[in-house]
Every structure is written in structure tokens, then in C-alpha cells.
């Protein structure tokens, strides 16, 4: 009675952990959809006869897109029984990492240097208030939790220019 989803290994997969909420069921379906676009990918997860646990990788490469807000449901028998909020960021961590490394060129406390702060705190708290506020979704099924978490996603992503100059 349980469903998990973590971002792993440097965002190149989804890990899905659950507990069958229906002890008679031996799978579930888990739909995954992007909040953005609304493109769904389904996956379906074994569950262990005895232990009633299931988990599944998925490669990010298998999703509609690399980054973004999505949101995963657990299926069992046409009942959907629970959704989770996945936040996929190594786009905006790759911009935060530009914005660093820009700091750290910096030796003086000169507007550009204090304009690359500003930038990069500004994304930084968007990531963590959306970060933290997938943990306070992950107990309830409000669509205003997914929406606030699209809502900080893409602002972080619009500060950063879509320009994170590193290739991701």
C-alpha cells in the first residue's frame, strides 16, 4: 500500500517502488505523464506473489522528455489508487552550474557578478520550493500541488534562458 519514484543516476532513470494495494493483484500500471506537453507513457510492474512489492527502472531516454515535471499513477485493476509528482532538473542544475562557475570568476562585488547571484538564487529557490513541495504531494492527490510544482519548474527553467551552456 505503498508507491515510490525517485530520479536516479544522474536523471537517466525513474525508479518505481510499490506495494500492492490490491493483495490479489500481480501488476500494476503506472501511467507517467508529463505535466507540460500531457504526454503519457505507460509501464507496467510486476508484483512478487509473496511480498506483494514491485519495482521497475525506466530510462528517461523512454519518456517524452528529457526534464520536466511529471506526474506518475499507480494502476491496479482499471483502480487508480495513488499519484506521485517527479521532478527531472538536470537542465536547471546545469544552469546552476554555469551560474556558479560565472561566480567563481568573480572577484570583485561588481553588477554583473551581483546580477549572476541574483539569477542564481532566484533558481535555486524555485528548484528547492519545487523540490519541497513534491514532498507534501507525495500524501495527497490535489491537482493545485502538481500544478505548483509545474509552475515553479518552468519559472526556474525561464530564468535560465534555456541557454545552460553545457549541452544539456
Same mark, same amino acid.
Given at each position: 500500500m505503498a508507491f515510490h519514484i525517485n530520479v536516479a543516476n544522474s536523471c537517466k532513470i525513474?525508479?518505481?517502488? *510499490?506495494? &500492492?494495494?490490491?493483495?490479489? @493483484?500481480?501488476? &500494476?500500471?503506472? #501511467?507517467?505523464?508529463h505535466l507540460? @506537453? *500531457?504526454?503519457?507513457?505507460?509501464v507496467v510492474m510486476n508484483y512478487?506473489? %509473496?511480498?506483494?512489492? *514491485?519495482?521497475? %527502472?525506466?530510462p528517461v531516454?523512454?519518456?517524452?522528455?528529457? #526534464? *520536466? %515535471?511529471?506526474? &506518475?499513477?499507480l494502476n491496479e485493476q482499471g483502480i487508480e489508487y495513488s499519484c506521485r509528482p517527479v521532478v527531472i532538473h538536470c537542465d536547471i542544475d546545469c544552469c546552476l552550474t554555469k551560474l556558479t562557475n =560565472?561566480?567563481? =570568476?568573480c572577484s570583485c562585488d561588481c553588477a554583473r557578478c551581483s546580477s549572476t547571484l541574483a539569477k542564481a538564487q532566484k533558481v535555486y529557490l524555485l528548484l528547492e520550493s519545487a523540490s519541497s513541495a513534491v514532498e507534501i504531494a507525495a500524501d495527497t492527490q490535489s491537482d493545485a500541488y502538481f500544478q505548483d510544482i509545474l509552475e515553479k519548474y518552468t519559472k526556474a527553467r525561464e530564468?535560465?534562458?534555456?541557454?545552460c551552456g553545457c549541452d544539456c
Open positions: 525513474l525508479v518505481l517502488n *510499490g506495494t &500492492a494495494y490490491d493483495t490479489t @493483484s500481480t501488476q &500494476a500500471t503506472i #501511467n507517467i505523464t507540460a @506537453s *500531457g504526454a503519457m507513457v505507460p512478487d506473489p %509473496v511480498t506483494h512489492k *514491485g519495482r521497475i %527502472v525506466v531516454t523512454n519518456l517524452p522528455h528529457a #526534464n *520536466g %515535471v511529471y506526474r &506518475a499513477c =560565472e561566480l567563481m =570568476e530564468i535560465c534562458d534555456n541557454n
